[in-house]
C-alpha cells in the first residue's frame, strides 16, 4: 500500500520568502510522485512530476522539488513567493507502469499555502 | 483549461435520489478517472476506465457506479444519496504512454440535503 504524508496543515509565508511544502511517501515500489495545486473553487492542476529520471523535477510557475530516496521524501519548494501563489497544495503517489498500484493517485491531506504582503 | 470537461458544476438533491455525473476527457487520452473530495475524507481514488473497461477499483461504494463509453465520455452514478455523498467529485484523465500524470477537471460540487 502506498501513502503520502503531508507535514503541515498550513504553511504562513510572507511575499518573496522561500516556499517550502514538505511531502513523505511510502511505498513498496519505485514511486511516480506529483504535485497539485488547487486554487479555490477550481480543479487540481499539476505542477509537476517525478517519474524515476532526474532527481530534481522543476515545474510550472517557478516549483520545483526533489526527490530523495533515502528519505523518501518529495519536498517542493518556491524561492520567492507571489501572492497568487496562495491555494492548497497536494503532493500525490502512484506506482509505476505495470504494477498494481499504477493508475490511481493516493494523495495527502494537502496543505494550504498563506501569502502576507 | 486542463481539457477535462465535467458536468454539471453544481447539483443539489434530496437523499434517496439519483444522479448522473459526466466527464469528457481531453482529446486522446483513453484513461479515465473519479475522485471524491470531501472535508474530513480528502480526495479519495474512486474507479478508474481505460478504453471503456474498468481497470482499478478504490473506495467507491456499492451504491455508486461508472461507465466509460465507445466515445471515451464517462459517466458516475450515484443512488441512494446520503447526506455524507456531500463533496465535490472529479474526473481525470491521463495521456497514453505516460508517466501517470493526470490531468482534472474543474469537477461537479454535490450537495445532498
Known amino acids: 500500500a502506498q501513502s503520502v504524508t503531508q507535514l503541515g496543515s498550513h504553511v504562513s509565508v510572507s511575499e518573496g520568502a522561500l516556499v517550502l511544502l514538505r511531502c513523505n511517501y511510502s511505498s513498496s515500489v519505485p514511486p511516480y510522485l506529483f504535485w497539485y495545486v488547487q486554487y479555490p473553487n477550481q480543479g487540481l492542476q499539476l505542477l509537476l512530476k517525478y517519474t524515476s529520471a532526474a532527481t530534481l523535477v522543476k515545474g510550472i510557475n517557478g516549483f520545483e522539488a526533489e526527490f530523495k530516496k533515502s528519505e523518501t521524501s518529495f519536498h517542493l519548494t518556491k524561492p520567492s513567493a507571489h501572492m497568487s501563489d496562495a491555494a492548497e497544495y497536494f503532493c500525490a503517489v502512484s506506482g509505476p507502469a505495470g504494477g498494481t498500484s499504477y493508475g490511481k493517485l493516493t494523495f495527502g491531506q494537502g496543505t494550504i499555502l498563506t501569502v502576507h504582503p | 483549461d486542463s481539457g477535462v470537461t465535467q458536468t454539471p458544476k453544481h447539483l443539489i438533491t434530496a437523499t434517496g435520489q439519483r444522479v448522473t455525473l459526466r466527464c469528457s476527457p481531453r482529446s486522446g487520452d483513453l484513461s479515465v478517472y473519479w475522485y471524491q473530495q470531501s472535508l474530513d475524507q480528502g480526495l479519495q481514488f474512486l474507479i478508474q476506465y481505460y478504453n471503456g473497461e474498468e481497470r482499478a477499483k478504490g473506495n467507491i461504494l456499492e451504491r455508486f457506479s461508472a461507465q466509460q463509453f465507445p466515445d471515451l465520455h464517462s459517466e458516475l452514478n450515484l443512488s441512494s444519496l446520503e447526506l455524507g455523498d456531500s463533496a465535490l467529485y472529479f474526473c481525470?484523465?491521463?495521456?497514453?504512454?505516460?508517466?501517470?500524470?493526470?490531468?482534472f477537471g474543474p469537477g461537479t460540487r454535490l450537495t445532498v440535503t
Open positions: 481525470a484523465s491521463s495521456p497514453v504512454g505516460g508517466r501517470n500524470e493526470q490531468y
